[in-house]
């Protein structure tokens, strides 16, 4: 980062602490500590749910639920109603953002939030009334990493935002790596603002410490392909598997009746590819209905991936956020990333991994450990628990404790 971007970050965050000093919300004192957690994307939100359910365990905290609409482009998708409706599961009294017929959006402050949870780190993601610039002018914004950073690459750069340093008053990183990442550009924006950052762990891991894993046959295979175009990991991105086995996995799974496969894009795949002139429209969508043809394949659409994640026995995947969750069930993964910049911390993990980089060697081991042939067993459980014993347990709850007492000495 060059003087020129640490000179204009100090400066936003001096304005944006003065505004947020001088803010008439400052003045008040609430009976109890009101937080807001504000959802735009369901599949992230496991990475505040046991910050959440700790909150509601808190007599001392009130606990919102916002829920946005898909919002892309400038324009509100008003006709989508899915994320209000995962987030109703959560909380029965969940507030919807947007009002369609009125074509205004809920006015957070009537809440008279203390702390609001952002659910990913992208502006672009929220429209104007939800930029992270005004929120910050109601209350104090936080952000725990939505998905676990397993090596150093330039999708840090990608993935976090300038508006994430600008705004946000407690960022809970991941891991060692976020944290030195961040701790490099907020050293100085700590000392003139009164920002937090926070090497606490991930919140996620919280929600695997109790379930317990059986011993099963492996038949039911998770495929997690990445969004990515040729194009976009010339520019540092990481590549997709998707073109190399969408039809030859498909043909396999045929072949083998009593296996299930479970297929889950990245969100984006399908219009980045179309958008690319990798696959037309009508091409999308008779994929799409080939897989629905077939008994023992299934399209993921459900709001949270957790349910199906759990459920498979073998996970084949891209680099994604999520390897790290699976990693710690214990399954075998089929990787078709690449090992570049894994620290020592996580090279135990990376090991563990069967790494493909075509269909003939995912489907040979595919072979082997549908017939309870698993070479990287051993070697995986003896990874998962060098890996956890030095993880933190109850994240949610320490970051909650965190800002209870925060709030005490303000």
């Given at each position: 980062?060059?003087?020129?971007?640490?000179?204009?970050?100090?400066?936003?965050?001096?304005?944006?602490?003065?505004?947020?000093?001088?803010?008439?919300?400052?003045k008040?004192?609430?009976?109890?500590?009101?937080?807001?957690?504000?959802?735009?994307?369901?599949?992230?939100?496991?990475?505040?749910?046991?910050?959440?359910?700790?909150?509601?365990?808190?007599?001392?905290?009130?606990t919102?639920?916002?829920?946005?609409?898909?919002?892309?482009?400038?324009?509100?998708?008003?006709?989508?109603?899915?994320v209000?409706?995962?987030?109703?599961?959560?909380?029965?009294?969940?507030?919807?953002?947007?009002n369609?017929?009125?074509k205004?959006?809920?006015d957070?402050?009537?809440?008279?939030?203390?702390?609001?949870?952002?659910n990913?780190?992208?502006?672009?993601?929220?429209?104007?009334?939800?930029?992270?610039?005004?929120?910050?002018?109601?209350?104090?914004?936080?952000?725990?990493?939505?998905?676990?950073?397993?090596?150093?690459?330039?999708?840090?750069?990608?993935?976090?935002?300038?508006?994430?340093?600008?705004?946000?008053?407690?960022i809970?990183?991941?891991?060692?790596i976020?944290?030195?990442?961040?701790?490099?550009?907020?050293?100085?924006?700590?000392?003139?603002?009164?920002?937090?950052?926070?090497?606490?762990?991930?919140?996620?891991?919280?929600?695997?410490?109790?379930?317990?894993?059986?011993?099963?046959?492996?038949?039911?295979?998770?495929?997690?392909?990445?969004?990515?175009?040729?194009?976009?990991?010339?520019?540092?991105?990481?590549?997709?598997?998707?073109?190399?086995?969408?039809?030859k996995?498909?043909?396999?799974?045929d072949?083998?009746?009593?296996?299930e496969?479970?297929?889950?894009?990245?969100?984006k795949?399908?219009?980045?590819?179309?958008?690319?002139?990798?696959?037309?429209?009508?091409?999308?969508?008779?994929?799409?209905?080939?897989?629905?043809?077939?008994?023992?394949?299934?399209?993921?659409?459900?709001?949270?991936?957790?349910?199906n994640?759990?459920k498979?026995?073998?996970?084949?995947?891209?680099?994604?956020?999520?390897?790290?969750?699976?990693?710690?069930?214990?399954?075998?993964?089929?990787?078709?990333?690449?090992?570049?910049?894994?620290?020592?911390?996580?090279?135990?993990?990376?090991?563990?991994?069967?790494?493909?980089?075509?269909?003939?060697?995912?489907?040979?081991?595919?072979?082997?450990?549908?017939?309870?042939?698993?070479?990287?067993?051993?070697?995986?459980?003896q990874?998962?628990?060098d890996?956890?014993?030095?993880?933190?347990?109850?994240?949610?709850?320490?970051?909650?404790n965190?800002?209870?007492?925060?709030?005490?000495k303000?």
């Amino acid at each position: 980062m060059d003087t020129k971007d640490l000179i204009k970050i100090i400066y936003h965050n001096v304005r944006n602490t003065y505004k947020y000093l001088m803010h008439p919300a400052k003045k008040r004192r609430n009976p109890k500590i009101n937080i807001i957690f504000l959802v735009v994307r369901t599949n992230v939100w496991n990475s505040v749910k046991s910050i959440y359910d700790a909150a509601k365990r808190n007599d001392k905290i009130n606990t919102y639920v916002v829920a946005l609409q898909s919002y892309h482009n400038g324009e509100i998708d008003s006709e989508d109603s899915s994320v209000y409706e995962f987030c109703k599961t959560i909380d029965s009294n969940t507030i919807k953002a947007y009002n369609p017929e009125t074509k205004t959006y809920y006015d957070l402050e009537e809440l008279k939030p203390d702390y609001i949870f952002l659910n990913v780190p992208y502006d672009e993601e929220y429209p104007e009334p939800y930029k992270s610039e005004r929120l910050s002018r109601i209350a104090k914004l936080c952000y725990a990493s939505y998905g676990y950073t397993i090596k150093k690459s330039k999708l840090q750069k990608i993935t976090v935002r300038p508006s994430i340093m600008r705004y946000v008053s407690f960022i809970f990183a991941c891991n060692n790596i976020m944290y030195g990442y961040y701790r490099k550009r907020m050293i100085l924006t700590e000392l003139v603002s009164g920002k937090r950052l926070y090497n606490i762990g991930f919140p996620r891991f919280d929600i695997y410490k109790n379930l317990a894993y059986k011993e099963s046959e492996y038949k039911t295979i998770m495929w997690l392909p990445r969004w990515t175009t040729e194009s976009q990991v010339a520019q540092g991105n990481e590549p997709s598997s998707f073109f190399k086995l969408k039809d030859k996995i498909l043909d396999y799974i045929d072949n083998n009746p009593k296996c299930e496969l479970i297929v889950r894009p990245h969100p984006k795949a399908f219009e980045n590819y179309i958008k690319n002139n990798m696959m037309t429209e009508t091409e999308v969508t008779a994929y799409k209905e080939r897989i629905e043809a077939a008994d023992n394949v299934s399209y993921d659409t459900n709001p949270s991936y957790y349910e199906n994640l759990i459920k498979s026995d073998i996970l084949i995947a891209d680099f994604t956020s999520i390897l790290a969750e699976y990693f710690v069930t214990g399954r075998p993964i089929i990787y078709f990333g690449n090992g570049d910049n894994y620290p020592p911390e996580h090279r135990g993990m990376y090991e563990s991994f069967y790494h493909v980089d075509s269909w003939e060697m995912a489907k040979g081991i595919l072979n082997d450990l549908i017939n309870g042939i698993d070479y990287k067993k051993e070697q995986r459980e003896q990874a998962v628990s060098d890996f956890m014993k030095d993880k933190p347990h109850n994240v949610g709850e320490h970051i909650i404790n965190i800002l209870v007492n925060k709030y005490k000495k303000e």
